[in-house]
């Protein structure tokens, strides 16, 4: 899918990060060139390319990475705040006129995906209440008038055309002539397709300008296929010369375009994203949202959280140390109490289990957990000698009444304890090897 390499080459770049805890000049200079290189795979322009990674560089060399709890977290949130930049920043609504019709005109290469946006821009007006009306001001295309009306019955609008068998027809004419029918007809909004060609075209880009002057829009939106690649910066700026759009419709991101024109254009342009196409039937279409767009390139998710609040709980060398010895099995009763002490610490263990992959099931056992009983599995285990929670195979009945007693618990509690030791010892052994976890009743910690 569009993002599909340049989201996997950015995880791949962080991945490499986030185990490193203070972040160096060479560190942050590394990663920055594996940016660098994965948007210019994906097509970006190499001056929004260039702006964004010294950017980024500026900021993660600055003082809110260094003063950060986890400074690779913190680099990729900067990329991602930088990327939402790039997108438009805030979302763009379409705007409408304060006296209808608000007129919405369209221009774009041919091939696009212009008539079929007419129709699904149409639908989406319906659907909120609105009446729209379009307009086949396409009298370059063979066939495009015929393309429209099909689109407009299936959304179910008026459709304007010029009568079949007009000859080449006058496209500034009808357009024109379109806006005054749709007031008197009542219409709230006016969608004006226009013509395209394979490349960009003086002569039709006067029209487009033409169309313009004459109907005087409350939007023009430039449509531009996402799989365009390099060439969308070149035909971005001859449209916003020509026709000087207020905004930009990316299409076809549902193809296995690399995702460059969707990060370029609005950074050179300066214009929104509006809308977002994602399929050839009329539902495929979505307002734009910037910062949706780039967590969907960064696709990091939940994971994301989940190494903020894991790494928030246990300082990194420890939980190395931990996974060291979940590994080779050598997770002992201490480890047991460090590590509920430091979920005790972080305040959130419910919140935490529940990000854990496969642990959805746990969440009825996470709401019964009762943080008291972390301080009685501390005395419990706190009167333990080194060797017993080293080796718990060495509590006898014995010793577990001598443990019992120096904690003021029961054998019973002390016998719990050591099997709800021995599932988690289990549990994150599964879960430390990439599986999911099967806790028989874990029961109140
Ligand atoms: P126009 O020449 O700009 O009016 O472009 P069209 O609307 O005729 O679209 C050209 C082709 O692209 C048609 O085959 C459409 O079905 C297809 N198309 C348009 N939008 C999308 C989209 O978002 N995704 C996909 N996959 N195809 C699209």
């Known amino acids: 899918a569009t993002f599909g390499t340049l989201s996997d080459r950015l995880a791949e770049t962080f991945k490499n990060l986030r185990t490193k805890g203070k972040l160096s000049a060479s560190d942050v200079d590394g990663t920055v ?64 006129a304060k006296t209808p019709p608000t007129v919405i005109m369209l221009a774009g290469l041919q091939g696009a995906g212009k008539t079929t946006l007419a129709g699904k821009l149409a639908k989406w007006l319906k659907k909120d209440g609105h009446t729209p009306m379009l307009v ?11 393309q429209l009306q099909v689109v407009g019955e299936q959304a179910g609008v008026t459709v304007y055309a010029p009568e079949p068998g007009n000859g080449v027809g006058d496209p500034v004419k ?57 060439d969308a910066v070149a035909t971005a700026k001859a449209f916003q010369e020509g026709v ?50 780039a967590s969907r390139i ?7 959280t989940l190494i903020e609040q894991a790494q928030q709980a246990f300082d990194e060398e420890e939980a190395a140390k931990v996974a060291e010895k979940i590994a080779s099995e050598q997770f002992t009763l201490d480890d047991f109490l460090k590590q509920m002490q430091q979920l005790r610490g972080a305040g959130n263990i419910k919140k935490m289990m529940g990000m854990l992959p496969g642990m959805g099931s746990m969440k009825q056992q996470l709401d019964d957990f009762d943080e008291r009983e972390i301080v009685h599995t501390e005395a419990i285990i706190q ?13 006898n009945g014995s010793r577990r009444l001598r443990i019992a007693k120096g904690s003021g618990m029961t054998v019973t509690d002390v016998n719990q304890l050591v099997q709800r030791f021995e599932q988690a010892a289990k549990m994150m052994k599964t879960v430390a090897r990439g599986g999911t976890p099967q806790i028989p009743g874990m029961g109140p910690m």
């Open 244 to 293: 000087d759009f207020t905004g930009v419709v990316l299409s076809k991101l549902d193809g296995d375009a690399r995702g460059g024109a969707a990060l370029s254009v609005a950074s050179v342009t300066g214009r929104p994203i509006i809308f977002a196409s994602t399929g050839e039937g009329l539902d495929d279409f979505e307002p734009f949202h910037p910062d949706r767009m």
């Open 174 to 230: 009808v357009a024109k002539d379109a806006v005054a029918q749709a007031t008197r007809a009542q219409h709230d909004t006016v969608i004006i397709d226009t013509a395209g060609r394979l490349g960009v075209d003086a002569e039709l880009m006067k029209q487009a300008a033409n169309i313009r002057k004459a109907t005087n829009p409350d939007e023009v939106l430039f449509v531009i296929d996402a799989m365009i690649g390099q």
């Open 298 to 304: 960064l696709d990091l998710g939940d994971i994301l």
């Open 136 to 146: 086949a001001a396409d009298l370059q295309r063979p066939n495009a008038v015929n």
């Open 33 to 96: 060139r594996e940016i660098r290189r994965a948007l210019l795979e994906a097509d970006v322009a190499l001056p929004v390319v260039k702006e964004f990674t010294q950017t980024v560089r500026e900021r993660a060399l600055g003082d809110e990475v260094s003063r950060a709890l986890n400074p690779a977290q913190q680099v990729v949130q900067i990329v991602n705040e930088e990327l939402v930049g790039i997108l438009g920043g805030q979302q763009r609504r379409l705007e409408f």
């Open 383 to 395: 009167s333990m000698t080194p060797a017993e929670r080293t080796n718990p195979k060495l509590l």
